[in-house]
């Protein structure tokens, strides 16, 4: 299993910061230029990554104030875990990270892992960004 991940220190209360990683309608906003065809509800998410591939996830389990973890809803080109993990630092301040978990054979992590990473340093930045 390939885990990728980077973390960010929001501004927010952590209260805030799952509440709005809680709706997937938000995550949208986190997603870089290519990611296309979005559409969500607040448990479900899909969308095709440019050059790579469409996925569909969903909420597989939410911890309030703590996690949040998606899985795919439909069959995709390799297992992935996409994880938000909270830390209250405090009243007003969040540590937020962003963990993905995929397992990718050696070709599969040549081409993907770079794209992976840069996915996750995206997110956690636009998520900082976002809740100023």
Do not use: C
Not at 8 to 22: D, G, P, R
Not at 60 to 80: G, T, W, Y
């Amino acid at each position: 299993m390939t885990t990728i991940q980077n973390n960010v220190t929001v501004a927010k209360s952590i209260q805030e910061v799952y509440t709005f990683l809680a709706d997937l309608n938000n995550h949208e906003q986190l997603m870089p230029d290519t990611i296309y065809n979005w559409s969500s509800t607040a448990d479900e998410a899909r969308f095709t990554i440019q050059n790579m591939a469409k996925l569909a996830l969903k909420v597989e389990q939410r911890i309030e104030n703590q996690e949040l973890k998606l899985v795919p809803s439909e069959k995709a080109p390799f297992d992935v875990t996409l994880k938000w993990t909270l830390s209250e630092i405090s009243a007003t301040s969040t540590l937020a990270t962003f963990i993905i978990e995929a397992d990718l054979n050696m070709m599969m992590k040549m081409i993907a892992a770079g794209p992976l990473q840069k996915l996750a340093d995206f997110q956690v930045n636009k998520l900082k960004e976002i809740l100023r």
